[in-house]
């Protein structure tokens, strides 16, 4: 068994939103052969989520997010940062900050409209760092 890993740095700026990291997932795990790839989000107020992208289901998940979690000040006993910021520590428990996926023959076992993102509903942060394992017999 060999573990390897790297650290993505994900820019997001002020944006709130979903952030696909399925192409760096997949350059990483190319050519390792089979095993397992861990995402981790190491920040209390992010996850990662595998869905569908580009057909609108980002901007679904953001708005069940602030449906389920609203922004209203006042509402959250965790109140530094930006108004409604206590919703986005309450986040990781609804969007897990990590998740297991899959790899064979150096390729990510994602469905055909399956993507890896991370899920940042915090304004306050501009650079998010995900953690990228794999977990391989090959030794690569």
Known sequence: MS???TVLTIETGRSRGVFDITAEAARFVAGRGDGLLSVFVPHATAGIAIIETGAGSD????????EILPREE???RHRH?????????VMP???APSTTVPVLDGRLALGTWQSIVLVDPNRDNR??????SFLGSSGK
Do not use: K, W
């Open 74 to 76: 006042g509402r959250y």
């Open 127 to 132: 650079v998010r760092q995900v953690r990228l």
């Open 59 to 66: 901007q679904d998940l953001m708005d069940a997010i602030d």
């Open 3 to 5: 573990l390897d890993t």
């Open 81 to 89: 940062g930006s108004p409604g910021h206590g919703a986005d520590h």
């Open 93 to 95: 428990g609804l969007v």
